[in-house]
């Protein structure tokens, strides 16, 4: 009798939070349901609590979006974006860590921060120290911008244009290597009290940077960190913005609504990372989703439909607005989207199409509804087993290493997914129950606190002849 074919063993899921330092981020109105905690986004106690929370459910990280501008595109001007408090008010990122990081041990930290407007290196200086207050707990997810706004504010008539902004970032990351990496060999404090040397100066060495963008002729002002350069994370989708990330990412963003969109997606980043003289495995892929749970499922649907219930349409075009670059206040929410004339969202709404169960071209008001909870990303609703069942089936079926969790509700939808998902996973054997010990590029993927030797960023180490 033929034995019978051995099975593949489950892949492993991995879940980072999705949040940022304003009311309701991704999920515009949602801030008026009553278990709704975003508008405490000021308070201390909200962001130590989240932190609290998701290191009970062995979150790889809290990845905190940040934007320096506001959504304008669409009406032309801010007073949509106002009303509707779509990620304005926004207070800044990093000043959040330190204390989520006192009262937690293993949880990391994802800081987005622009390369567009601020020079590398002070920025190298804030990264160095937030990693040594964490014990090497921080990653930065590298950004080059996208609103017009803040180019505006910050002296510009407009951004830079796509890939040119992408030449500005392959500076700025050269800038921050030569710094992180370069300046200070790993013994040169001493610490020598009897012969009053606290650094050895010729351990210690001046970058010599001159560049199209950038002059750094000195040393670095913080001795080396836990893990001295920060996990590298990006979320380019644009041919220019994967070889980006192949390059200098180690988390890799990405928000595809399908699952055979994700496949492709995933498919191309590997090979990139290939292409650049790095294992396929060497940047964990995280995808965008939303989650809503319950004990059950009709207590989940329930749940989803009470959710709807609150959002804001109009808040969530505004954000779309923003994202695709075309000013959709001026159609009506049942005009196709056949008529909007801009590549952007053409090749959005395509993906989209793939994703409606109805069949048919999309509507404004499709586009809305769709983007009203949790964004761009697709939603599974469903008891902590069907969505376990379903995050199971997007691993499997498209290589990606986990999932970046938006929420409808904050702390209440990560609370869920702890209480509901989680162990379900757990019980599953494709989640882990505790953290190992380490630092977070460590925890990811296993091979020590600094940038591997094929890393894009080690080439900037100082060798000792």
Request: proline fraction near 7%; include cysteine; glycine fraction near 10%.
């Amino acid at each position: 009798m033929p034995h019978p074919e051995p099975q593949p063993e489950p892949q492993p899921v991995r879940f980072n939070a999705f949040d940022m330092n304003c009311v309701g981020h991704q999920s515009p109105g949602l801030w008026r349901h009553p278990q709704d905690r975003s508008r405490d986004y000021r308070d201390l106690d909200y962001w130590t609590g989240l932190a609290r929370t998701l290191e009970r459910g062995v979150f790889d990280g809290l990845f905190i979006a940040d934007v320096l501008g506001t959504y304008d595109v669409f009406g032309g001007s801010d007073e949509a974006t106002l009303r509707a408090g779509t990620q304005v008010p926004v207070n800044d990122p990093m000043m959040l860590v330190s204390a989520m990081a006192h009262v937690t041990e293993h949880l990391g930290f994802g800081i987005t921060a622009g390369t567009a407007y601020e020079h590398p290196y002070p920025f190298a200086r804030r990264m160095s120290t937030l990693d040594h207050l964490t014990r090497g707990r921080v990653g930065w997810n590298v950004v080059t911008g996208y609103l017009p706004s803040a180019a505006r504010n910050m002296g510009h008539d407009d951004q830079l244009e796509h890939d040119e902004r992408y030449d500005h970032a392959e500076e700025y990351l050269e800038v921050l290597y030569k710094l992180w990496e370069g300046s200070w060999e790993d013994d040169a404090v001493v610490l020598d009290a009897a012969g009053g040397r606290f650094t050895d100066p010729a351990k210690v060495h001046p970058i010599e940077h001159h560049g199209r963008w950038f002059d750094v002729p000195g040393i670095h002002l913080c001795e080396p960190s836990p893990q001295r350069s920060p996990v590298i994370f990006q979320a380019g989708s644009s041919p220019r913005g994967v070889a980006f990330a192949a390059r200098h990412a180690e988390a890799i963003f990405v928000a595809p609504p399908t699952k055979e969109i994700l496949a492709d997606t995933v498919r191309r980043i590997r090979a990139a990372l290939v292409e650049e003289g790095r294992a396929p495995d060497s940047a964990r892929i995280y995808a965008l989703m939303t989650v809503i749970t319950d004990a059950t499922s009709e207590a989940a649907h329930t749940k989803h439909e009470e959710y709807l219930a609150h959002a804001d349409l109009e808040g969530a075009l505004v954000l779309c607005s923003g994202w695709m670059g075309v000013d959709l206040s001026r159609y009506r929410l049942d005009e196709p989207v056949g008529a909007i004339r801009s590549n952007a969202i053409q090749s959005a709404v395509a993906a989209f199409n793939q994703a409606d169960p109805k069949g048919g071209e999309w509507t404004v008001g499709d586009i809305a509804r769709w983007a009203a909870i949790g964004g761009l990303g697709p939603r599974i609703v469903g008891s902590g087993e069907e969505v376990a069942d379903e995050l199971q089936a997007w691993v499997a079926e498209t290589g990606v290493d986990g999932f970046n969790l938006a929420y409808a509700i904050t702390p209440g939808t990560f609370e869920d997914v702890v209480e509901h998902v989680v162990p379900v996973l757990q019980e599953r054997g494709v989640y882990p129950t505790s953290y190992e010990p380490g630092t977070l590029r460590e925890r990811l993927f296993g091979r020590g606190d600094r940038l591997p030797e094929e890393h894009h960023g080690a080439s900037f180490r100082r060798v000792r002849v």
